[in-house]
């Protein structure tokens, strides 16, 4: 598990990206965890430790309303497994939903990665690498 106030100080990094925001707010009622920012592109990261699935499409919700117009992103959940809440649970849950608001946002990708996998040894994975790529489930 990554607490929050942790979460929030570590470096998360992508190439071409600088942090944006940790924590502070987005846009009205938005407050992500984390933010990096390459122009116009955003990822935003959020990293949960709950297993109600209403949290992960909340935010993804958020996420798809702040990415409009010239906004464009990407969605990164990064969780802690749960008996009843799995990476793959969430992503199947989380489909459908955004399926549906496709059409009106500039989010177009969403992932779920365990935080065992994204934070080992006090290292974080970077969001474009390849290890990231094969531990990370895309909706």
């Known amino acids: 598990m990554i607490k929050d106030n942790l979460f929030k100080k570590l470096a998360h990094s992508h190439k071409g990206y600088t942090k944006y925001l940790n924590g502070q707010t987005l846009e009205a009622g938005y407050k992500p965890d984390y933010v990096l920012k ?3 592109k955003y990822i935003i990261l ?9 949290t992960y ?11 409009q117009n010239k906004k464009k ?23 459908p939903y955004l399926n549906w608001v496709c059409g009106n946002t500039n989010l177009k990708e ?5 935080a065992a996998a994204y ?6 994975i970077t969001l474009d690498c390849k290890k990231f ?4 489930l895309k909706v």
Not at 46 to 54: A, D, F, G, H, Q
Not at 57 to 67: D, E, T, Y
Not at 110 to 114: D, H, K, L, T
Request: charge should be positive.
């Open 73 to 95: 992103g990407k969605l990164i959940f990064v969780i802690v497994p749960k008996k009843n809440t799995t990476a793959e649970s969430i992503a199947k849950h989380l489909k």
């Open 57 to 67: 499409v909340g935010g993804m919700m958020k996420a798809a309303h702040f990415l």
């Open 46 to 54: 959020e990293s949960e430790n709950t297993s109600s699935r209403k």
């Open 119 to 124: 934070y080992q040894n006090n290292l974080l």
């Open 133 to 136: 790529e094969m531990c990370a």
């Open 110 to 114: 969403v992932y779920i990665i365990e």
């Open 38 to 40: 390459n122009n116009n």
